[in-house]
């Protein structure tokens, strides 16, 4: 679909780094990437802000990375 068009290479590097992250975790990541916020990612995940919070906390558990870590930032680098 054009959403993975779109973000084709950050996908593939990210898959290639991290090959336990289901489909839910990739299009976050890319969300995030794009620097929408939790407010704007709940319903194209149609689920709960609370939910939300949840996934992104899941992601960053599967990433390994610390709490203090910016997700933003880390996509973007």
Same mark, same amino acid.
């Given at each position: 679909d054009?959403?993975?068009?779109?973000?084709?290479?950050?996908?593939?590097?990210?898959?290639?780094?991290?090959?336990? $992250?289901?489909?839910?975790?990739?299009?976050?990541?890319?969300?995030? &990437?794009?620097n @929408?916020?939790? /407010?704007?990612?709940? +319903? $194209?995940?149609?689920i709960?802000?609370?939910?939300?919070?949840?996934? &992104?906390y899941? @992601?960053?558990? /599967?990433?390994g990375? +610390?709490?203090d870590?910016?997700?933003?930032?880390?996509?973007?680098?």
């Amino acid at each position: 679909d054009s959403f993975e068009e779109i973000h084709h290479i950050f996908l593939k590097n990210l898959k290639k780094k991290f090959p336990n $992250l289901s489909k839910d975790d990739m299009q976050l990541a890319t969300y995030i &990437r794009m620097n @929408l916020t939790s /407010k704007e990612m709940a +319903p $194209l995940f149609n689920i709960s802000l609370r939910g939300l919070e949840n996934k &992104r906390y899941r @992601l960053r558990k /599967k990433l390994g990375l +610390p709490v203090d870590e910016n997700l933003h930032s880390y996509f973007n680098t």
